[in-house]
């Protein structure tokens, strides 16, 4: 059977899409949409006979307007606010259908959710409804901690706090107090750019709070089932639980970039440029901070589980796991930080089945579903697909899966699932040190997949870090010092060895890359195969040589 057939009758066809509504409006000053400094415009509701539902924080300061796809514009008033959540009630003389309602409460997790919104100014700038579709993800709570997560310029995106859906449809600058729907069509809560530090997750705040703190009457109850794969992912719960580490020396975040001190509004025009990246690159690494909160693991047996070094900073080398309202101490056994890998032991029977893994791992294209919990124990799914296997970071032969489904801090350590509810891998080398040039959320997530995992407790569990891992390539080590890449050590067995390199010698260039270019020559390194030969080109005093070395793997 054809491969791709295969993967659609497994993870089931997507599901038709919803018709861009007719009810939802731009909310916005009189100007234009946002001007590369400042959010675009929000979106708003229509409840009908001029009334219209949104959010606070799609409000523009001084006089709002609303506007209908197509382009009718009108001046709006507030006619309502909410007392626990940021609802408002607008009026103006535009009259619409009224939206149709329903509370989000029977959903299940892995319900599919659309936003329909403003997106970058799209019912403003083009009078077209923006759509994206996802799945509801988790239900969480945002608490007002006094620390709310900030956009670009530094503005805080959303005084919100309370009650949320997460989903990992799309909520950008302008979804804020747009329509987030079912399956169905009904719109079971208001889009919000409110955000747990944490998470990053689009959120929802739900139709029923939105509703009550209104006086306004309760919507029907919401229809529709999970998705296939998200449903088997979400069957894996009891496999996939949190640990909290003691860190004794903090969580471990690197020095941060110093905050601008001055808005990109508040500079001269040529100087908003320079200002917005400063911006930019602050909250960058704001969003690659750690943090303390408790990370998943997966359970392997009755008294070991597994997840990510990654989760060990702070120096963290103990902790606790809540297993039914009971903490379980659990201790690190022994690591492979080559795979990100630790194996930890509990004190006491987990009571928690062993996660089952799959052989051969997920191929590119392949419907996959991450599965995390987060602070509290929320389970949390978010769906994508196998982007692309074999992804080599380094000249070892460990191979990752790059995955498009969104992944955070409650990802790290949890799995990678397929759909057949199997595990296929787990979320790895999600931080802010090394060479991780995407963040959390972003669509680019690496995996370690099921076959290195089961590799690695084999030798873990023997309580022996494991230090080496094969690599093929010359079998040099090199001591670099700016552009020069003098060879340290040559392995025994290797090509280097058999072709007559020795310590000491500087390499010039690798298969015709400079051998000062770490990166140019790691990849040209990672094209070959063992057997194949490349040319390098060395000085040795004041000669210079060239010589043909082959290709083998070699144990570091």
Same mark, same amino acid.
Not at 38 to 51: F, K, V, Y
Not at 234 to 253: E, I, T
Not at 262 to 282: F, G, K, N, S, T
């Given at each position: ?90 009026? =103006?003389? %535009?009259? $619409? &259908?009224? *939206? #149709?309602? +329903?509370?989000?409460?029977?959903? @299940? /997790?892995? !319900? ?99 509703? =009550?703190? %209104?006086? $306004? &009457?309760? *919507? #029907?109850? +919401?229809?529709?089932?999970?998705? @296939? /794969?998200? !449903? ?106 080559? *795979? ?217």
């Amino acid at each position: 059977m054809d491969r791709l057939l295969l993967i659609l009758i497994l993870a089931g066809a997507p599901a038709a899409a919803v018709d861009a509504p007719p009810w939802v409006v731009a909310v916005t000053a009189s100007g234009a949409a946002g001007d590369g400094y400042r959010p675009c415009g929000g979106a708003a509701i229509s409840l009908g006979g001029g009334r219209f539902l949104t959010l606070a924080e799609a409000l523009p300061e001084g006089p709002a307007w609303v506007i209908a796809p197509g382009g009718a514009r009108r001046l709006a008033t507030v006619a309502a606010t909410g007392a626990r959540t940021t609802a408002v009630v607008l009026t =103006a003389p %535009l009259v $619409l &259908p009224a *939206a #149709p309602l +329903a509370d989000p409460a029977p959903l @299940p /997790l892995g !319900a599919v959710l659309w936003t329909a919104g403003n997106s970058f100014g799209s019912l403003e700038l083009d009078g077209q409804v923006a759509l994206s579709r996802g799945i509801l993800s988790a239900r969480d709570r945002i608490v007002d901690d006094g620390a709310p997560v900030r956009g670009r310029g530094g503005q805080r995106l959303s005084a919100y706090a309370g009650p949320v859906l997460e989903t990992d449809a799309a909520v950008n600058d302008g979804n804020q107090g747009g329509a987030v729907l079912d399956d169905d069509g009904s719109v079971v809560g208001l889009a919000t750019l409110a955000r747990s530090r944490e998470r990053r997750m689009g959120t929802v705040v739900p139709m029923a709070a939105l509703l =009550a703190d %209104l006086g $306004l &009457p309760p *919507a #029907p109850p +919401a229809r529709g089932g999970a998705e @296939p /794969l998200a !449903a088997s992912a979400a069957a894996l719960a009891s496999s996939v639980v949190l640990v909290q580490f003691d860190r004794p020396n903090g969580p471990g975040n690197p020095e941060a970039v110093p905050r601008p001190t001055r808005r990109p509004d508040e500079v001269p025009a040529y100087e908003r440029e320079r200002m917005q990246r400063h911006w930019d690159l602050y909250y960058h690494q704001q969003q690659l901070f750690r943090t303390d909160q408790p990370v998943p693991a997966l359970v392997t047996g009755p008294r070991e589980l597994v997840t990510a070094v990654s989760a060990l900073h702070g120096d963290a080398k103990r902790g606790r796991v809540l297993i039914d309202g009971r903490p379980v101490a659990v201790t690190v056994r022994a690591r492979w930080a080559a *795979a990100d890998l630790v194996l930890l032991v509990a004190d006491g029977d987990l009571g928690r089945p062993p996660a089952p893994r799959a052989a051969p791992a997920a191929g590119p294209g392949e419907p996959v579903a991450v599965v995390g919990r987060h602070g509290d124990g929320v389970l949390s799914v978010t769906t994508g697909i196998v982007s692309t296997a074999g992804r080599r970071l380094s000249q070892d032969v460990i191979g990752l899966l790059q995955i498009d489904a969104l992944a955070n801090y409650g990802s790290l350590g949890g799995a990678v699932v397929d759909a057949r509810g199997l595990v296929v891998g787990m979320p790895i080398l999600l931080g802010p040190e090394g060479d991780r040039p995407w963040g959390i959320n972003s669509g680019v997530a690496l995996a370690v997949d099921g076959a290195t995992i089961a590799d690695a407790l084999a030798t873990l569990r023997s309580g022996k870090d494991r230090t080496t891992t094969p690599f093929t390539g010359l079998g040099v080590q090199l001591e670099r010092e700016g552009a020069i890449a003098r060879v340290e050590r040559v392995f025994p067995g290797s090509g280097a060895a058999e072709a007559g390199i020795r310590p000491g010698d500087v390499l010039v260039r690798i298969d015709g890359a400079p051998a000062g270019d770490h990166r140019a020559t790691t990849r040209r390194l990672l094209r070959a195969a063992p057997g194949d030969r490349v040319e390098v080109e060395l000085r040795r005093g004041g000669a210079l040589l060239r010589v043909a070395v082959v290709i083998r793997q070699v144990e570091s």
